[in-house]
């Protein structure tokens, strides 16, 4: 298979198996690289299983799905990456380890190989300074789960080239999503809207004022959301939640991003949420 249709992966959690299924649907033959086998066969048994659904559901075709298995390819060293058109890092919301992986990426990609992040607010005008391609450095946050939902930030750093920001919008549209436009700024569109939502319901949980169950059914039903912002908290991971109202209070120095003091003693805890099988609500 021929370089431009070779993608590379870096996090084979929930988004990164959820990008890689994305790719793979869309004919692309998929890198899929976490640290170690265990989490790389962890991830490809997530898309058998989304595949799986979709075959119930009768939205593929059994050999659609043995297609899209087959291109996935589960991998523990980054050496293959160099064949890549594109990498995208899904790896966990820290900026050290994200630093760390745009160091490696440079060394071992072609140097027209465009390193995507899905960071969900770390600034990628500073990611791209840490390699010696900024102009080739960008953002595409997907969302939860990949592989239904159709949006696609993509955030140009300061650095990023005019040509790499119209073969991301092109390569987001061409894998069947929406792509918008957005400025690099601390947490971005959606969760400098989303995540302060989310604090503030906390937050008033926390106060006593409503439980849990009443507070997601007032947003569903007073406001329209398909989901409540707790249970979309676990959804997310509490501990995701966490490190963007640091990033969002961090970038703005304005108390209104301050994490609620419950958010952070429930990470503390380890109750991460769907994760770990307890947030706001216990999981089985």
């Known amino acids: 298979m021929e370089r431009s249709s070779v993608v590379g992966v870096v996090g084979a959690g929930t988004m990164g198996n959820g990008i890689a299924q994305a790719f793979a649907g869309a004919g692309y033959r998929v890198l899929m690289y976490d640290i ?16 799986g659904k979709l075959l119930q559901k009768e939205k593929i075709k059994q ?37 760390d992986l ?35 450095v960008i953002g595409m946050h997907f969302f939860n789960p990949v592989p239904v939902m159709k949006l696609v930030e993509v955030i140009r750093a300061r650095q990023t080239s005019d040509e790499v ?33 989310i604090n503030e319901a906390i937050y ?13 059914t007032t947003l569903k039903l007073g406001m329209g959301h398909p989901m409540g912002p707790l249970a979309l ?16 209070a961090d970038g703005f120095r304005d108390s209104k991003y301050r994490p609620c003091p419950l958010l952070r003693e429930m990470v503390e805890a380890g109750d991460l949420g769907r994760k770990t099988g307890k947030g706001f609500y216990t999981y089985t």
Not at 92 to 97: C, F, H, I, P
Not at 182 to 187: K, L
Not at 205 to 212: F, K, R, T
């Open 36 to 51: 170690s086998e265990t989490a790389v066969a962890r991830g490809r048994a997530a898309i058998e299983s989304s595949l």
């Open 63 to 99: 050999e659609e799905r043995d297609a899209i298995l087959q291109r996935v390819e589960p991998v523990t060293s980054l050496s293959g990456f160099k064949d890549c058109r594109v990498v995208i890092e899904a790896a966990t919301e820290n900026a050290s380890v994200k630093a």
């Open 102 to 136: 745009f160091r490696k990426l440079d060394d071992v990609c072609a140097n027209d190989t465009i390193l995507a992040t899905n960071t969900s607010s770390i600034s990628i005008t500073k990611v791209a300074s840490i390699t010696k391609r900024p102009q080739r």
């Open 165 to 197: 920001h119209a073969e991301t919008v092109a390569l987001c549209r061409e894998l069947g999503k929406t792509p918008v436009e957005v400025r690099n700024s601390p947490g971005f569109v959606a969760n400098r809207i989303v995540l302060p939502m």
């Open 204 to 216: 008033t949980y926390s106060e006593g004022l409503a439980s849990v169950e009443d507070i997601d």
């Open 233 to 248: 908290a676990d959804l997310i991971g509490l501990d995701t939640c966490l490190s963007i109202m640091e990033v969002l």
